[in-house]
């Protein structure tokens, strides 16, 4: 595989998103918004603080942050899809929420804003599209004031041997049954090995090296952020598991949030696209003739930081 010069990768990476903005908003409203709300409540934003969210998307986080911001306050969502960025802005208008939030078009890794701009600054699900995270992590401490809070959201399964594992591991034990009596298909994993079972491996990159290569995110996460020179408050993980109704959102959601499959499909041959599309079809109504169900587990292991 031909790995891509970082540049090449952030923007073909951010594009990618850009076919997809409506789909993306759309399930990112309806199905992460508890993960996103529980990333504001750590960040304890106060109404006069300046707020930074970092691959903003479609301004979930950003909204929810600016609607804590009074008069002095000001939130900035930056994202390197423009795609993304119309979406966020045309929400922001519609809540009237234009004063108190700003979109930009920015890369993490070289932050156009002066030192120690910020009193807070948050993430969700964007770390793992950095092809050098550190260097971004060490971006936000330069541009964050002292002592101010910095909060991180990666996808990720549970640590390993903690409280958060084995209880998540005893309430997913009954789906784990369902799958292995057929009657459950699990999100992104099926599209993504459909589509690698169909659709040759791209010869150039897909993912970040943290994305792809982590197999224990939550200490390689947690070990960047010290190496950037933030001290580590507290850690969280949570989840919830979306189910959903029909074949056809269960595609769409795993050609949207999956970076394998939205890349391999968008750049696939039609008649090549459609049969995989019938197979995946094929499979999700046995699966529900059975009584079975779609479902797209959602988790993300949180990093509550500081700056000295």
């Keep these: 595989m031909q790995t891509l010069d970082s540049q090449t990768f952030k923007t073909r990476d951010a594009t990618s998103y850009d076919a997809v903005t409506e789909q993306f908003d759309f399930f990112t409203e309806r199905l992460t918004s508890p993960l996103a709300t529980h990333l504001v409540s750590l960040a304890e934003i106060k109404p006069s603080d300046s707020v930074l969210d970092v691959g903003t998307g479609t301004g979930v986080v950003a909204l929810l942050a600016a609607k804590k911001i009074a008069e002095g306050g000001k939130v900035h969502g930056i994202d390197l899809s423009e795609g993304m960025l119309v979406t966020a802005t045309a929400k922001a208008e519609k809540l009237g929420l234009e004063e108190k939030i700003k979109f930009s078009q920015m890369d993490a890794e070289n932050l156009e804003f002066e030192a120690e701009t910020f009193d807070a600054v948050v993430s969700l699900f964007a770390l793992l599209h950095f092809p050098n995270p550190l260097t971004a992590l060490k971006e936000i401490y ?59 491996k791209a010869e150039e990159q897909e993912e970040s090296d943290l994305a792809s290569h982590s197999h224990n995110r939550t200490s390689d996460v947690s070990e960047l952020i010290r190496s950037a020179g933030f001290k580590v408050l507290q850690t969280d993980w949570q989840s919830h598991q979306a189910q959903l109704a029909t074949p056809e959102d269960f595609w769409e959601i795993q050609r949207t949030f999956s970076s394998i499959s939205r890349k391999r499909l968008s750049n696939a041959a039609p008649e090549k696209v459609e049969s995989l599309r019938r197979e995946f079809f094929g499979q999700c109504h046995m699966v529900q003739s059975r009584g079975g169900n779609l479902v797209y587990p959602f988790a993300a292991f949180y990093v509550v930081a500081e700056k000295y």
């Design 142 to 200: 330069r541009v964050m004031r002292p002592g101010c809070r910095f909060v991180v959201a990666v996808g990720s399964r549970p640590p390993l041997f903690s409280a958060s594992g084995l209880s998540h591991l005893v309430k997913i034990f009954p789906d784990l049954v369902r799958r292995k009596q057929g009657r459950q298909l699990v999100a992104p994993g099926f599209l993504d090995s459909l589509v690698e079972q169909h659709l040759p």
